[in-house]
Nanobody, 126 residues
């Protein structure tokens, strides 16, 4: 079975850092696009950062460029999201998703993802 396990969220002050992890099982991340998305109360799920292991392409939303970095560890079959200089507006539940076929043009669209991990709460206090 395909499973994604997201963790690493927490409460942090503005300007702080967190690293989220998305551990995959049942498939190899090398063949997939893995995306991080977030959803704040009353808002739609939005793409934050995505990586395609097939061609190495990445996506960052404008709101996180320069602050967040997506990376992966093949040996651990895990994708990470390093979040620096966090802002209160980054507060949301963060989810990771997987899809085997997405390109850089479509990887930010959440409806295209086939599998999702459970969310991890990130709260940034001002």
């Amino acid at each position: 079975d395909v499973q994604l396990q997201a963790c690493g969220g927490g409460l942090v002050q503005a300007g702080g850092s967190l690293r989220l992890s998305c551990a995959a099982s049942g498939f190899t991340i090398d063949d997939y696009t893995i995306g991080w998305f977030r959803q704040a109360p009353g808002k739609e799920r939005e793409g934050v950062s995505c990586i395609s292991r097939r061609d190495g392409s990445t996506y960052y939303s404008d709101s996180v460029k320069g602050r967040f970095t997506i990376s992966s560890d093949n040996a651990k079959n895990t994708v990470y999201l390093q979040m620096n200089n966090l802002k209160p507006e980054d507060t949301a539940v963060y989810y990771c998703g997987a899809n085997p076929k997405l390109s850089v043009a479509t990887m930010s669209q959440s409806f295209r993802y086939d599998w999702w991990g459970q969310g991890t709460q990130v709260t940034v206090s001002s």
